[in-house]
């Protein structure tokens, strides 16, 4: 059964930043594209960033120049940094891990709320 476990959310007032972790206990984790994704109150889960497992990245265009995904293959986490926070990022942030076309879990979310 594979775990994600999200770490480092928290309160920070705009402008701030948070650096975001997600551990995971898949085997294949070098071979994963990983993602983060986040729903803000009363809307839709949104994709944030994704970087697959030759490091390719991508961003959604409100949160290009200020949040960086990356990960450490050796030790199966993957980290979201977010700088220069605005209020409408907040939300609950979720790790996505997909491997194959079949194969794809979820953590269970961290809170992050941005204050004006």
């Known amino acids: 059964q594979v775990q994600l476990v999200e770490s480092g959310g928290g309160l920070v007032q705009a402008g701030g930043s948070l650096r975001l972790s997600c551990a995971t206990t898949?085997?294949?984790?070098?071979?994963?594209?990983m993602a983060w994704y986040r729903q803000p109150p009363g809307k839709q889960r949104e994709l944030v960033a994704s970087?697959?497992?030759?490091?390719?990245?991508t961003y959604a265009d409100s949160v290009k120049d200020r949040f960086a995904i990356s990960r450490d293959n050796a030790k199966n986490t993957v980290y979201l940094q977010m700088n220069s926070l605005k209020p409408e990022d907040t939300a609950v942030y979720y790790c996505?891990?997909?491997?194959?076309?079949?194969?794809?879990?979820w953590g269970q979310g961290t809170q992050v709320t941005v204050s004006s």
């Open positions: 970087i697959n497992f030759r490091g390719t990245t």
């Open positions: 898949a085997s294949a984790f070098r071979l994963a594209t």
């Open positions: 996505n891990l997909k491997l194959g076309a079949s194969n794809e879990y």
